[in-house]
């Protein structure tokens, strides 16, 4: 049983969640400005405009900053001490937080490259995670 805390999926979320259960990552990006965003917005962060529509990501950054968390945040995720929690820059421009997976903590370094890797959590939710690429 998974039970840690799961999203809570809306109108406005759901093509998110969606996709995100179909292993795809998607973003929002604006027709007007053409820059993306992340956290899904209805409005464009950059340029306020309202053409903003969602973008299918390509799942590749680089980790802009992260920090190992040796004590896991609740009972649910002491399990699992210690992970990486990582804000990842992706190539199209937005900063996501999520977790850096399948190295050792120690290994992770700021800049290096990194692709999704979703972890299918429950029937309904896949939660993009991020591993180091190949050669990073
Ligand atoms: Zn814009």
């Known amino acids: ?3 840690k805390p799961l999203p809570i999926v809306d ?3 759901a ?3 969606d996709a995100a259960r179909e292993h795809r990552l998607l973003i929002k990006r604006c027709a007007d400005c053409g820059r993306c965003h992340f956290y899904p917005r209805e409005l464009c962060p950059h340029c306020h405009s309202d ?3 969602w973008h299918e990501a390509r799942g590749t950054g680089s980790i802009y900053s992260f920090t190992i968390a040796r004590r896991g945040a609740g009972p649910a995720f002491q399990a699992d001490a210690p992970y990486v929690v990582a804000v990842v820059q992706l190539d199209e421009g937005p900063r996501m937080m999520t ?3 399948g190295c050792p903590p120690d290994d992770v ?3 290096q490259r990194v692709t999704v890797a979703y972890e299918d959590v ?3 939710i896949s ?3 991020f591993r180091l690429a190949e050669g990073a």
Do not use: H
């Open 122 to 124: 429950t029937p309904e």
């Open 99 to 101: 977790n850096i997976v």
């Open 11 to 13: 109108p406005d979320t």
């Open 51 to 53: 053409a903003v529509a």
């Open 1 to 3: 049983m998974y039970d």
């Open 109 to 111: 370094r700021i800049g």
């Open 15 to 17: 093509p998110y969640w």
């Open 127 to 129: 939660l993009p995670k």
